[in-house]
């Protein structure tokens, strides 16, 4: 299920707990849990309703700006097919991004570097993770294109491998392309890989800045800004000024500081 940036940061301040889509079969079902870009969303209900009984509150609540806005929004595309409504609510922060931060003891790297040697050992095309973690340590923040051509793989595949590490936290992902966590540092450490950053943080302290388009994101990273505390050290002109970032980036990253307790500097 398909949701705007300004749509889950409403769902996340719980300013709107319902979407409505146009769908020819359900296509999600309550208690799923998605990950996206400001956590986890919870779908709390599905339910299939005639348009006409669609009122003012549904709109209210579905972040519309009008009744009339939402039933225009619905019949813009495949307006042949019923319509659902969605219950939603934000259920917490990804667990996925605790997982990454936090460095595992010694059991915990052992039973990873088992799951790598599983990987590598299934893999038809030969052993992949080391060498993938390795490239994004020493390439953070790259297209995965470039990323899979150095490796001599396609696109898709590779990013098929990179998700796999994702889901244990040993990498993550940005705007362009990806990072290692600590969690994936300590693994490499570990083995004693030869790592481009060896026994430099993976990153800087503070929280990660929101997903804001490779612009903005290209903007901020080429100024030394990689969390939300060194933004905040700046005015909202100071940070709008700088080329790439526009309207809606500065409109989630003010949302985003707001949600961690900052502000633009006055």
Do not use: C
């Amino acid at each position: 299920m398909q949701m705007r940036p300004a749509e889950l940061a409403a769902i996340r301040a719980g300013d709107v707990d319902v979407a409505f889509r146009r769908w020819d079969r359900p296509r999600v079902k309550a208690g799923t849990r998605m990950r996206t870009a400001v956590g986890l969303v919870e779908v709390t209900a599905v339910e299939r309703v005639p348009v006409r009984s669609l009122t003012a509150a549904d709109a209210r609540r579905a972040g519309a700006v009008s009744l009339a806005a939402l039933r225009q929004a619905l019949d813009r595309v495949h307006a042949e097919r019923p319509v659902y409504r969605i219950g939603l609510r934000y259920a917490g922060a990804d667990p996925r991004q605790a997982l990454r931060e936090a460095v595992p003891d010694a059991e915990e790297i052992a039973a990873l570097v088992a799951w790598l040697d599983r990987l590598d050992r299934a893999a038809p095309a030969g052993p992949w993770t080391r060498a993938t973690l390795l490239l994004i340590d020493e390439l953070p923040a790259t297209r995965a294109p470039d990323l899979a051509r150095r490796m001599g793989r396609e696109t898709l595949p590779f990013k098929q491998n990179v998700r796999k590490l994702k889901e244990r936290g040993l990498t993550e992902s940005l705007d362009i392309g990806y990072r290692l966590s600590a969690r994936g540092a300590a693994v490499l450490d570990h083995e004693g890989h030869p790592r481009a950053v060896r026994g430099l943080p993976v990153r800087a302290p503070g929280t990660p800045l929101p997903r804001l388009g490779a612009g903005a994101t290209r903007a901020l990273t080429a100024r030394g800004l990689v969390s939300l505390e060194q933004v905040a050290e700046l005015s909202a002109a100071e940070v709008g000024a700088l080329h790439g970032v526009g309207p809606y980036a500065l409109g989630h990253l003010r949302a985003a500081l707001d949600a961690a307790g900052l502000a633009f500097r006055a």
